[in-house]
């Protein structure tokens, strides 16, 4: 290997700036380490993406910031503050809801990251067995959160009985509260006998693409996340991905945008670095694909296997439907998350996974994204949103015309209309987007958001971690260990930058000739 060869060879290159790309960067670059950040899109973010309606900018992809936490950590190793890096604030109101046709209610139910707040709009609105089972659900969903938060979620991926060690087999009480082989959806109703807050907590299921009457109780713990804090960002969620960014460059990483991967490349079996779209080589000493999964087929990594099972199309986790939208309303005092609840709601379920079609009558989400905590127009006369149905990830098979789009859209805008919300559409004026269209922006997916759906206990065993069967190639997204959600994809990242560094130091002190010095370029 010549000079130039060795000191171009070693970095570290990273496939991808999404959320767990970003945090890659982050802590590696803050460790001293050369890194070579590589975006096919002309901005970072991945599924962190705006869309730009009649001159407002809407977040198009995900609309809540929980788990601060990992954040403060990750701006921290780069000398940095997130708070100051972002202009955050926190929520009182966690999500406004409404119900479709005999499950009304006289006004919307908010649910609020105060506990007691919470129980008291539960108990006013559906009475004190209800309330008295929020509490139970409360203490239940913070105990699975503590037992998995560093054991699970912090750490690298673990199999069932490297979980129970890390937990400890002497506490048994809190490896069984973790609930893993109940379903949601059945758990929910030890706790709330009405079938409304069973809906609602069940929501929580879909934050990682999956149905509550498959997945296991353990994702309780998504209220304690939110209950934890829940913040909006100044400049919409894209502000994140931005700073991030900004934040690896300040400690010497590359970004190079517009600038598309087309295959890893392995040679004498390790990864050795990346072709891109324009025929150009770029190498270095590791290789993260921080995206989805299922890009890396046998073609893409050498021509050999794939270093990962691809998910099964029926395992897929949930895509969507969205409509980026600017317009009038009225009614129903929209917050800036909103749940409007078909009256169906396992005929919703059935409709994604069992039969993958598009359901009649869907649960519809409405993120506004110029709406405070009070429930204000922020500036303007106009709503900026993002609203969504789930819909099946067959998008590498299924694209929708325009007259199943226009009867989804129907059944979406006359669900909200029903629950007391007037949207006046203007078809110049939205910006619609459905599976087809995830697949192209993140192909071999089939248009899911989430990777594999967390269906059964063994679902979060599934998932790789950060190491692969080839020697220098490491993974990490939502795809991968511990999962979907911006929180947790940026956990991912940190993960996979972690066994990078171990690895890369193992390998220093048996060859430290081998290590390069000096800033490369791509």
Known sequence: MNAQHQLQGDRTLIIGAGMAGLAAAMTLSAAGREVVLLEKQHAPGGKMRQIEVDGSHIDSGPTVFTMKWVFDELFAASGMEVDKALDLHRAKRLARHGWDGANSLDRPFDLFANVAESRDEIGSLFGVANANGYDRFCRDAGRIHDTLRDTFMSAQMPGPIELARRVGFHRIGDLLALKPFSTLWNTLGGYFPDPRLQQLFGRYSTYVGSSPYLSPATLMLIAHVEQQGVWTIGGGMH???????????????????????????????????????????????????????????????????????????????????????????????????????????SAEFASIFDEREVPERPTVYVCAQNRDDNCKLIDGADDTML?????????????????????????????????????????????????????????????????????????????????????????????????????????????????????????????????AGGTPTP
Request: hydrophobic share 40%; aromatic share 8%; with cysteine.
């Open 239 to 345: 502000a994140l991905a931005r700073a991030m960014k900004e934040a690896s460059r300040a400690r010497g990483a590359v970004v190079m945008e517009d600038t598309k991967v087309e295959r890893i490349l392995v040679e004498n079996g390790k990864a050795s670095g990346v072709e891109l779209s324009d025929g150009n080589h770029l190498y270095g000493s590791q290789v993260l694909y921080a995206g989805d999964m299922s890009w890396l087929t046998r073609e893409r990594v050498g021509g050999k296997s794939s270093p990962v099972k691809p998910v099964q199309p029926k395992n897929r986790a949930l895509s969507a439907i969205t409509w980026s939208v600017k317009a009038k309303t009225s009614g129903f005092d929209l917050h800036r998350h909103n749940v409007f609840f078909s009256d169906d709601y």
């Open 387 to 515: 609203v969504l149905m789930n819909a099946p990830a067959f998008g590498d098979t299924t694209k929708l015309d325009d007259g199943d789009m226009a009867r989804c859209e129907e059944a979406s805008f006359g669900l909200l209309e029903r629950c007391g919300l007037t949207v006046e559409r203007d078809a110049a004026r939205m910006v619609a987007t459905q599976p087809a269209d995830f697949e192209n922006l993140f192909p071999g997916s089939g248009g899911s958001i989430y990777g594999r759906a967390s269906h059964g206990w063994t679902a979060s065993f599934a998932r790789p971690g950060a190491t692969t069967k080839i020697p220098g190639l490491y993974l990490a997204g939502g795809s991968v260990h511990p999962g979907a959600g911006v929180p947790m994809a940026a956990l991912s990242g940190r993960l996979a930058a972690q066994a990078m560094m171990q690895d890369r130091d193992s390998t220093s002190r048996f060859h430290p000739a081998a290590t």
